[in-house]
């Protein structure tokens, strides 16, 4: 079992629809997760960080919860420059191993 | 200002063959990584070096060796290539524990090698 695991998808969805995606981790010790997205054919890149508050960012909030040890990203009003596959990360103590998940599909349709 | 930086960009090689794909950041980051990614499997940690002098095992470090050269160099080796190792390997850096950040990883572009 992958330390951290996504549904891969794919999710299509119509422009201007809302999306979520879930995430689970199962090293209980993991201390800081993120979003990343992948492009087709492109290195991953942040999206945003996850904090235990919760944190939005414009049309994207992530949530933690830690008791539960998922973490999710919600996307409000998709575009068609949304799709992309997006890739949660968990790391742990010891700080410096950052594990990702398979990542999720999402194609934002017109 | 070129971030990470890694080569070749693409290779093709034989069953058995060796070869290194280097990996290289200019941002004076302590933590450097490299994953590969596999259809369906996501990015899994190969070998990382928390900072210079040492490097650790990830998920999957079977069939390659490490090296960090200096601060900004971490490359990556496969001794005898094999069909399984057919992937695209990504290099990564951070700044690591010494310092207070949120440790977001910045990538390269990637490598694609095709093992035959």
């Known amino acids: 079992r992958k330390e951290v695991e996504q549904d891969p998808g794919p999710f299509n969805v119509p422009e201007g629809a809302t999306v979520a995606f879930n995430c689970t981790y199962s090293?209980?010790?993991?201390?800081?997760f993120f979003w990343y997205r992948q492009d087709c054919r492109k290195e991953p890149k942040l999206l945003m960080s996850?904090?235990?508050s919760g944190n939005e960012d414009g049309r994207f909030t992530a949530q933690l919860n830690r008791a539960s040890q998922y973490i999710s990203l919600l996307i409000r009003d998709s575009k068609l420059s949304d799709s992309a596959t997006y890739l949660c990360a968990a790391k742990g103590t010891g700080g410096f191993k950052t594990i990702f998940g398979a990542g999720t599909r999402l194609f934002v349709k017109a | 200002n070129a971030g990470v930086t890694q080569t070749p960009k693409f290779q093709v090689l034989k069953t058995g063959q060796s070869m290194t794909l280097q990996c290289a950041q200019d941002m004076n980051h302590n933590s450097m990584y490299w994953y590969r990614q596999d259809p369906g499997m996501g990015l899994r940690l190969i070998y990382y070096s928390a900072s210079e002098g040492t490097t650790d095992k990830g998920e999957v470090p079977n069939g390659y060796n490490v090296s960090r050269l200096n601060k900004r160099e971490f490359s990556l080796r496969l001794e005898s290539a094999a069909p399984s190792q057919t992937s695209v390997y990504f290099c990564?850096?951070?700044?690591?524990?010494?310092?207070?950040?949120?440790?977001?990883?910045?990538f390269g572009e990637g490598s694609r090698l095709t093992v035959l």
């Open positions: 996850v904090y235990s």
């Open positions: 990564a850096s951070s700044e690591g524990e010494l310092t207070l950040n949120t440790g977001e990883l910045f």
């Open positions: 090293n209980s010790a993991s201390q800081s």
